[in-house]
């Protein structure tokens, strides 16, 4: 079993960057997929972006493309997610979450298609 722990959120000015982590506990962590995803309020969750087990496969959503990066260190259990260009429309709660398998699959942007889930870290870009 995962467990999952993000942080690195807080108070940005728009324009500015963030860098989000996400510390991962268990055995299986380099073994599967992994997402971010973010809830404004009064919002539903929303996908952000994936990436597979082996950092072969990255996918966006199209409001964040070119200005987030994920990626991940298998041997320090961590997924990031490098956040640049910020916009106010970024505020959110982002939450990691990990997926039952390796690939990203077809259904990466689907929150019901990962099983395990951190508990948020706080994002709020001023203007």
């Known amino acids: 079993q995962v467990q999952l722990v993000e942080s690195g959120g807080g108070l940005v000015q728009a324009g500015g960057s963030l860098r989000l982590s996400c510390a991962a506990s268990?055995?299986?962590?380099?073994?599967?997929?992994m997402g971010w995803f973010r809830q404004a309020p009064g919002k539903e969750r929303e996908f952000v972006a994936g990436?597979?087990?082996?950092?072969?496969?990255?996918p966006y959503s199209n409001s964040v493309k070119g200005r987030f990066t994920i990626s991940r260190d298998n041997a320090k259990n961590t997924v990031y997610l490098q956040m640049n260009s910020l916009k106010p429309e970024d505020t959110a709660v982002y939450y990691c979450?990990?997926?039952?398998?390796?690939?990203?699959?077809?259904?990466?942007?689907?929150?019901?298609?990962?099983?395990?889930w951190g508990q948020g870290t706080q994002v709020t870009v001023s203007s």
């Open positions: 990436i597979s087990w082996n950092s072969s496969n990255s």
């Open positions: 268990g055995r299986t962590f380099s073994s599967r997929a």
């Open positions: 979450a990990a997926r039952p398998g390796a690939y990203i699959g077809s259904a990466y942007s689907e929150y019901s298609s990962y099983d395990t």
